[in-house]
């Protein structure tokens, strides 16, 4: 199939939306990135213009595939008559020593598209990977990631989370309102935030935006329950509770006093050694941010076959 075919149909798994955000204009920056104002002068000199190369992709180690999508959007930005043949897409699990992919076309466009394919993809498929690792040890319990992604490359991070088998938290400062420590202690106690938060939503056109209020301890999360409990004070954009560093013993307990108010959300100390246990508090959903500030990329490479 034509790489602008494949890129232009829609992803197995879509992105998350972002209001302002464009993978093209991403993708775009990463490609003028790597050529500059001269071109990819290795290529240039040293293979004729008409060149046609077969090149595929290989698995170095074994793993979850994300990038599939995008980098048939890469390579249809670079040449759109190339051809592509994708024998995995994304989140299918790809094997060390399996060949996955297949682009034929010309050959200086396959090099000016193999670094930026390969950088995507192997860091996306390093998040999807170690997040279905996360996600299948977590169960019942749903996992997400956070805001710790690479600047410019939020939406593409959160995307091979989805791929991976997690789910979304907020997507950036717009979308959810998360009532942490610092907004807890500038705004004087957790009462007033929530009370203030509720006033500015409401004055602002904002009524759909979700609260998330974070508990460090259970007095902390006694006040919570006790503000969705009294009926003088208007909580309901309150949706979930984090509970930060707590331990399992303490998740139980709030778990049990929440007692399905809200959803709950453990955050802090997650590791794939203890998220199992986490899961098996009954916590809604479990967040870390190793999932993509801590990701270490799946070896892929490209070879152009001789």
């Known amino acids: 199939m034509r790489c602008a075919d494949e890129a232009s149909r829609a992803p197995k798994i879509a992105p998350p939306p972002h209001p ?25 000199s040293t293979i004729p213009a008409d060149t046609r190369s077969t090149a595929t992709l290989l698995a170095k180690a074994t793993g979850t595939l994300a990038g599939e999508h995008l980098s048939s959007v ?23 020593g399996e060949i996955f992919m297949r682009v034929t076309g010309n050959a200086r466009s396959i090099l000016r598209a193999e670094r930026v394919v390969l950088n995507f993809m192997q860091r996306m498929s390093g998040i999807a990977t170690m997040t279905r690792a996360y996600a299948d040890a977590a169960a019942p319990a749903t996992m997400l990631e956070t805001r710790k992604t ?35 202690a500038a705004a004087g106690g957790i009462s007033n935030a929530v009370e203030a938060c509720e006033k500015y939503l409401l004055e602002h056109g904002l009524s759909d935006v979700k609260i998330e209020v974070e508990a460090r301890t259970m007095d902390e999360v006694r006040t919570v329950i ?33 007692a399905g108010r809200v959803d709950t959300e453990a955050s802090g100390n997650v590791t794939l050694d203890t998220v199992h246990d986490i899961g098996q508090t009954g916590v809604t959903y479990i967040s870390s941010g190793a999932l993509t ?10 070879n152009i076959d001789v």
């Not at 051809?83 to 989140?91: A, F, P, S, T």
């Open 150 to 184: 690479v600047p410019g490359l939020r939406v593409i991070d959160k995307w091979a989370v989805l791929i991976g088998g997690g789910k979304n938290h907020r997507i950036g400062l717009f979308d959810m309102v998360m009532i942490k420590d610092n907004h807890i």
């Open 20 to 44: 302002t955000y464009s993978i093209d204009a991403v993708v775009r920056a990463a490609l003028d990135e790597d050529v500059g104002d001269v071109g990819d002068v290795s290529s240039l």
């Open 226 to 258: 006790d503000l969705l409990d009294n009926p003088n004070v208007v909580t309901k954009s309150v949706t979930r509770l984090m509970l930060d560093n707590m331990s399992i013993d303490d998740m139980k307990t709030a778990v049990a006093l929440v």
């Open 74 to 96: 890469v390579l249809a930005a670079v040449d759109p008559e190339l051809e592509v043949e994708w024998m995995k897409r994304d989140g299918d699990r790809i094997e060390k």
């Open 293 to 302: 500030h801590s990701v270490s990329a799946l070896d892929i490479s490209l």
